[in-house]
Nanobody
Framework: QIQLVESGGGLVQAGGSLRLSCAASGRTSYIDTTGWFRQVPGKERETVAVISWRGPVSYVPDSVKGRFTISRDNAKNTVYLQMNSLETEDTAVYYC????????????WGQGTQVTVSS
């Protein structure tokens, strides 16, 4: 089993910054890819950032490029999402997820952490 626990969410003013953390435990050696996703009620889940667990390959969509950065620390089994220049539109529940080698979908998810950006 793989367990993921998010932390770092909270309330922040527009223009501010937050850093989310995703701590992985269990069979972390089986992880191929980790990612951050966000969702608001009534809307589809949106990919925020993706990073390879063992290599430097990463991806962020145009909507957050230049503001969000994904990184990892394998020694700590932790993935980070640095969010700068936050906007009210970034308000959502943010989830961390992991995909293992040979799988086409993310099979492990954290409980989520709320990010609220106020004006």
């Amino acid at each position: 089993q793989i367990q993921l626990v998010e932390s770092g969410g909270g309330l922040v003013q527009a223009g501010g910054s937050l850093r989310l953390s995703c701590a992985a435990s269990g069979r972390t050696s089986y992880i191929d890819t980790t990612g951050w996703f966000r969702q608001v009620p009534g809307k589809e889940r949106e990919t925020v950032a993706v990073i390879s667990w063992r290599g430097p390959v990463s991806y962020v969509p145009d909507s957050v490029k230049g503001r969000f950065t994904i990184s990892r620390d394998n020694a700590k089994n932790t993935v980070y999402l640095q969010m700068n220049s936050l906007e009210t539109e970034d308000t959502a529940v943010y989830y961390c997820a992991a995909r293992t080698l040979g799988r086409t979908e993310y099979g492990y998810w954290g409980q989520g952490t709320q990010v609220t950006v106020s004006s």
